[in-house]
Nanobody
Framework: QVQLVESGGGLVQPGGSLTLSCAAS????????MGWYRQAPGKQRELVAL??????SYADSLKGRFTISRDNAKNTVYLQMHSLKPEDTAVYYC???????????????WGKGTLVTVSS
């Protein structure tokens, strides 16, 4: 099993910045994909950004404002968010695909979510 611990959410004013972190621990042989999704009130969960060992991808609407990165030594993924807008208000969920041992298939894991509120 893999445990995810998210941190960094909170209240921020429009135009401000925030950095989310998600640390993975447990039975991890390889982290194939790490990333973030978000779910705003009354809306479906949507992709924010994903990162592998060699690529990154973002929701088109967030390119240029959000940056995803990872620290493989710490099994941690980060999401730097800049120029935040009220519409960025959502619960942000950490997501990863991990294998527990060599040759085993990757499994999906989700964090419990951290609330980001953008408001003056």
């Amino acid at each position: 099993q893999v445990q995810l611990v998210e941190s960094g959410g909170g209240l921020v004013q429009p135009g401000g910045s925030l950095t989310l972190s998600c640390a993975a621990s447990g039975s991890i042989f390889r982290l194939h994909v790490m990333g973030w999704y978000r779910q705003a009130p009354g809306k479906q969960r949507e992709l924010v950004a994903l990162i592998t060992t060699s690529t990154t991808s973002y929701a088109d609407s967030l390119k240029g404002r959000f940056t995803i990165s990872r620290d493989n030594a710490k099994n941690t993924v980060y999401l730097q968010m800049h120029s935040l807008k009220p519409e960025d208000t959502a619960v942000y969920y950490c997501y990863l695909v991990a294998s527990g041992q060599h040759g085993s298939p990757g499994m999906n894991y989700w964090g419990k979510g951290t609330l980001v509120t953008v408001s003056s």
